[in-house]
């Protein structure tokens, strides 16, 4: 797993997504886009690799 059983850890990551989610940083922005159920889909996607990119750093260092 990415994150250890860790309640803590859980509640960041998912303040981290929704963050992500709601402030649709570039390049996620522009996925938003894409025609039909595609851009929704894909901007979550984006979110979800830019929390865990930002939780590996945190764990790393927990």
Known sequence: ???PPEPL???IAFG??????VSKLYPVNRL???PGGWGIMLDDIG???YTLLIMQIIIYFW
């Open 32 to 34: 938003q886009d894409l």
């Open 47 to 49: 979110a979800g690799i």
């Open 1 to 3: 797993w990415f994150v």
């Open 16 to 21: 981290l997504f929704r963050l992500f989610d």
């Open 9 to 11: 850890l859980y509640l």
